[in-house]
Nanobody, 126 residues
């Protein structure tokens, strides 16, 4: 069992920056592998992959829509993953969720992730 708590959302103007945090507690490791990811869901749209990091080895993956603007990072000691979001656009407006998958392979499919945070709202005004 893993508990995830996100923070850092808010309202920002286009071109601005925000940093999201996701603190994990509970079972924060696995013999199979451990992946922490960020997803987002805008009103009326499906939940979509944003970024993920494989805890062992630090392999990182991004959605094409955020490459070059968003940076995912982790703090092993704190079991926390961050999402630094720069040059934000109105289309980045969504509820952002942190998620965990026990796997050796990073997947961008939301249904594969087993644990989810409560979400944090990010609103980018034009």
């Amino acid at each position: 069992q893993v508990q995830l708590v996100e923070s850092g959302g808010g309202l920002v103007q286009a071109g601005g920056s925000l940093r999201l945090s996701c603190a994990a507690s509970g079972r924060t490791s696995s013999g199979y592998g451990y992946v922490m990811g960020w997803f987002r869901q805008a009103p009326g749209k499906e939940r979509e992959f944003v970024a993920a990091v494989k805890w062992s080895g630090g392999h990182i993956y991004y959605a094409d829509s955020v490459k070059g603007r968003f940076t995912i990072s982790r703090d092993n000691a704190k079991s926390t993953v961050y999402l630094q979001m720069n040059r934000l656009k109105p289309e980045d407006t969504a509820v952002y969720y942190c998620a965990v998958d026990y796997s050796a392979v990073v997947t961008t499919t939301a249904s594969r992730y087993k644990y989810w945070g409560q979400g944090t709202q990010v609103t980018v005004s034009s």
